[in-house]
């Protein structure tokens, strides 16, 4: 695989520019931007820098003309693994669409799973997004799940 090929691929993109690449240009709008929010204080404790959106995108868009929930792991950041504000911006989407209704949520995946440093507040939070996930489909509204990267 050439060079221009591999930074053209949906594998090779980062979580932003995986959003960019399939909504309707200029119509993502990002929930608690960068900065918005503050950094894990469990990353600091290990000396481990922290990242400005701790690892996960979330935001509302539109694909052709139709609203959308977009969440999107950073797989760059820590493995794309889930603490507890990461898991929290994500529970917070889920629960947010079943109040809006968006046609759907679609949920860039990719992660490897529980940050362990955190460990037990980590394993909450999956529990947490897979109830959230659970009470958006009971709600009516598909979540389109994309395996982004290797995690």
Do not use: C, W
């Not at 529990?127 to 009516?140: N, P, Q």
């Amino acid at each position: 695989m050439d060079n221009a090929t591999i930074q053209k691929s949906f594998y090779e993109k980062t979580a932003r520019n995986r959003i960019a690449s399939i909504v309707d240009k200029g119509s993502f709008q990002e929930i608690l931007k960068p900065g918005s929010i503050p950094v894990s204080p469990n990353l600091a404790s290990l000396d481990i820098v922290g990242s400005f959106d701790d690892g996960v995108i979330i935001g509302q868009a539109t694909i052709q003309d139709q609203p959308i929930y977009m969440i999107a792991q950073e797989g760059k950041f820590m493995g794309g693994a889930v603490g507890e504000i990461h898991g929290a911006k994500i529970v917070g989407t889920l629960l947010k669409a079943i109040e809006d209704k968006p046609k759907a949520v679609v949920f860039f995946v990719d992660s490897g799973g529980v940050r362990l440093h955190e460990a037990n507040a980590g394993l909450i939070t999956i529990s947490e997004i897979m109830r959230a996930m659970l009470k958006v489909r009971d709600a009516g509204i598909p979540i389109i799940t994309v395996i982004g990267g290797t995690n």
